[in-house]
């Protein structure tokens, strides 16, 4: 995640001196329209909107792409819970599907969850691992699904040249504290699709039906809600844009030391990864969950083992394993056709695959050596500590 800093702040004081702080009513846009441009350019996409949240995002483009009651759409079992919340604000219900060693939806399991009542499948950029976008379209196409990428957590990542989140119907992204572009809270989705966008726009926006849209594609007006975002929001978007190119370069090559040093110095097993030439998330999968734990517990700067982190595990999903609704006459699971499987073992081998697997942060902004010094620790070829490594001259 990029700084918010000195540039942000100087970005934001002429919004506040203009006072025209929301959404419409600056004559040329103001900075949110100027952030949709470059962002559209920049990711090679014909619409971006801008929203509150990534949350916001999903909903509204499952809104958009027409997803509602009695409709499956297919999520992936490790995710931030989010993605499987989104549909159920729609009316219609997530079914898990497994993921695989690059830690994303598995087209295989894919096939095997498709229904009658199935509509669309929200693949997951998962921890900047990009999803295998080529199988996911061809079946997505041969079976007359919708794709909406949640690309919240692959903000910039690219797969095969192409930018997480412009390859399917819709993307959704998310700019909150965590995420590559960081502004707090935020989130933006794009499409190519004219129609999508203009639905998009009105239900991110009630106040759409007076605003006099000359560009809603024939598109009848639909009652909205409010997901937009401000023109604070925008100014800080605008700086945080320029720093992503940069940042997702620092990850690759930080990647690509680390990697290196992991897979040839080693018998530690990294992970695979759906575009190997744009890999910036590393993972290493060990043959037992013992192991698994062993290493995260010798190696605590930035280990984990992923089912530690238990937020992102759909066992974890209380509301939804529970069929929870907002009112138990708007509940999704109702108008379900039948009855949807969350038991503990709906996703086993996604279980077993994020028991066994620790990830490896990058800190894109520790310096090369600094990385390959950590990597070689990993791999117990060095075992001096780092306050060593500061004090000795000519180190490392
Ligand atoms: C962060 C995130 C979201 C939601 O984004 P918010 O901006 O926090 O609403 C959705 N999906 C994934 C995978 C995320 O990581």
Partial sequence: MA??????????APVIASGKLSRYGNEDGGPLTR????????????HTLTVSSGTGALIAALVAAGIGPGDEVLVPAYTWIATAAAPLAVGAVPVLVEIDQTLTIDPQDILRKITPNTRAIIPVHMANMVCDMDSIMRIAREHGLLVIEDACQAVGLTYKGRRAGTIGDIGAFSFNQFKNISIGE????????DHLFARARMYHDIGSVFRGHLDNANEPLIPGINLKASQIQGAMLNVQLKKLDPMVRRMRCRYDAMAEILMSDSDLRVGPHNDPANAAGLHVIFDTESEAKA?????RRGVYRLHDSSRHVYTFWQPILEQRAVHPKMNPYAWADRKIDYSPN???RSLDILKRTCRIGLGENYPLPLIRYMAKK???????????????PGVP
């Fill in 3 to 12: 700084r918010v800093g000195l540039r942000e702040w100087l970005a934001i």
């Fill in 346 to 348: 709906a996703c086993a």
């Fill in 295 to 299: 290493f995260a517990a010798r190696n």
């Fill in 378 to 392: 990993m791999t117990g070829q060095r075992s001096d500590d780092l306050q060593s490594l500061v004090t000795t």
């Fill in 186 to 193: 935020g989130g933006a989705i794009v499409t190519n699709d």
């Fill in 35 to 46: 952030f949709e441009r470059d962002f559209s350019a920049a990711f090679d996409v014909r």
